[in-house]
Nanobody
Framework: QVQLVESGGGLVQPGESLKLSCAASGFTFSIYGMGWYRQAPGKQRELVAGINSRGSTNYEDFVKGRFTISRDNAKNTLYLQMNSLKPEDTAVYYC????????WGQGTQVTVSS
């Protein structure tokens, strides 16, 4: 079955960096678009960045120039490099696979605080 397992979250100070990973299994990772979403306490889940099967990327304005989404099809892994983190980036970050009706990982907590 489809599995998406995120890792790499943690507690960092403003201005620091983190790299999230999403290990995918149970489907042909390379042919599907993937994305990162996040959900802060009391807020709706929102798109952060997406990458299609050809490697084309898109970013929401609030992360442009700070975050980079990438994929390694040989490792069936999706990444999100997050630089210059801000307190408002604090959220649970979820990996999403655009297969069928879509699949979600369990999420990884990112906390940005001094």
């Amino acid at each position: 079955q489809v599995q998406l397992v995120e890792s790499g979250g943690g507690l960092v100070q403003p201005g620091e960096s983190l790299k999230l990973s999403c290990a995918a299994s149970g489907f042909t990772f390379s042919i599907y678009g993937m994305g990162w979403y996040r959900q802060a306490p009391g807020k709706q889940r929102e798109l952060v960045a997406g990458i299609n099967s050809r490697g084309s990327t898109n970013y929401e304005d609030f992360v442009k120039g700070r975050f980079t989404i990438s994929r390694d099809n040989a490792k069936n892994t999706l990444y999100l490099q997050m630089n210059s983190l801000k307190p408002e980036d604090t959220a649970v970050y979820y990996c999403f696979a655009q297969r069928g009706n879509g699949y979600w990982g369990q999420g990884t907590q990112v906390t940005v605080s001094s």
